[in-house]
């Protein structure tokens, strides 16, 4: 079945740590996007992604880094220089064609212990 | 910059009852969707609103748009239990790409 698969459901991530959040589609889609969703908020843009070896800054990229070689994944890499990572990280992809929207992955939890 | 505003933040009804969440967005768009989310899940579309006038329905949902007024409604009906979620609108900019800004999301709580 095709879908968006992101891994590692939660993730515990330690002062200092760099993690990597993995997003896979197998649905064929061009462009992929990270938002970030903390308790009680909606939905917050990271970075995007229209073409494979293209992305472009969000609303709140600091603290984040992305890559997109290839047009299936775009794994989000949250650094030390990102002082409140804790929270709920979604990914998406779409086709390009508004009338679809997007499909959401399931997403990952990230905790600062 | 694009900003989407829904309210009730949060809506607490009883069974069979009607109730209307409201999405206002601040600049011309040529897109909005609805998607609902359930506690500690990922997001669920609902509907896809493309042109001015749209009016779609599924169930006891049924979601609208004037681009005019740049406001969308989302209307329940006769609310049940299973209804219980959170709602978000999205917007998309005209002529800006793929890229949707969302509403903060309205927690709707239908009690037994």
């Known amino acids: 079945d095709g879908g968006i698969t992101q891994s590692p459901k939660y993730l515990f991530r330690k002062e200092g740590q760099n993690v990597t959040l993995s997003c896979e589609q197998n649905l064929n889609h061009d462009a992929m996007y990270w938002y970030r969703q903390d308790p009680g908020q909606g939905l917050r843009l990271i970075y995007y992604s229209q073409i494979v070896n293209d992305f472009q800054k969000g609303d709140i990229a600091e603290g984040y880094s992305v890559s997109r070689e290839k047009k299936e994944s775009f794994p989000l890499t949250v650094t030390s220089a990102q002082k409140n990572p804790t929270a709920f990280y979604l990914c998406?992809?779409?086709?390009?064609?508004?009338?679809?929207?997007?499909?959401f992955g399931s997403g990952t939890r990230l905790t600062v212990v | 910059e694009l900003k989407v505003e829904q309210n009730p933040l949060f809506l607490s009804m009883q069974e069979g009852k009607n109730y209307t969440i409201y999405c206002n967005y601040s600049t011309t768009s040529d897109r909005l969707y609805w998607y609902r989310q359930d506690p500690g899940k990922s997001l669920e579309s609902l509907f896809v609103?493309?042109?001015?006038?749209a009016v779609k329905q599924e169930g006891r949902l049924m979601a609208s748009l004037d681009t005019k007024a740049r406001l969308s409604t989302l209307h329940i009906t006769a609310a049940v239990h299973d209804l219980s979620a959170t709602y978000f609108c999205a917007v998309g900019l005209t002529g800006g790409g793929n890229k949707l800004t969302f509403g903060t999301g309205t927690q709707l709580k239908v009690e037994l």
């Open positions: 609103l493309l042109s001015n006038g």
């Open positions: 998406a992809s779409s086709t390009g064609d508004r009338v679809y929207g997007y499909t």
